[in-house]
């Protein structure tokens, strides 16, 4: 299994970016899939998650208002992340992440998934 994300770069604050996510080598139907950020010298943490129904999308609340995940309808392996009004603090390296979360709380958790990509680079400049 591996995932790949794009999208990645160098934004001013107040812009907007869009992640993608793909992920390849198995079957995904019944696999939530996520986006988890890690700044400079602070601690990994969750982003946004969507449910592996596609019926829930789950949002941190730093990033709620601003940031949208969505799915390919067509292609289960693919996700997206549209972020806006982008500040300094979102700067991080963004990771994709998919797994079988077995409860809403597990969605929000780095043990609720299995598989996680190599990460992409997000600086926003203030």
């Known amino acids: 299994v591996q995932l790949v994300e794009s999208g990645g770069g160098l934004v001013q604050a107040g812009d907007s970016l869009r992640l993608t996510c793909e992920a390849s080598?198995?079957?995904?139907?019944?696999?939530?899939m996520g986006w988890f950020r890690q700044a400079p010298g602070k601690e990994r943490e969750f982003v946004a998650a969507?449910?592996?129904?596609?019926?829930?999308?789950?949002y941190s609340d730093s990033v709620k208002g601003r940031f949208t995940m969505s799915r390919d309808d067509y292609k289960n392996a693919e996700v997206s992340l549209q972020m806006g009004s982008l500040k300094a603090e979102d700067t991080a390296v963004y990771y994709c992440?998919?797994?079988?979360?077995?409860?809403?709380?597990?969605?929000?958790?780095?043990?609720?998934?299995?598989?996680w990509g190599q990460g992409t680079q997000v600086t926003v400049s203030s």
């Open positions: 992440v998919m797994g079988r979360p077995w409860s809403t709380d597990a969605y929000y958790q780095e043990r609720g998934y299995e598989y």
């Open positions: 080598g198995g079957s995904f139907r019944t696999y939530g």
């Open positions: 969507i449910h592996w129904r596609g019926d829930a999308i789950y």
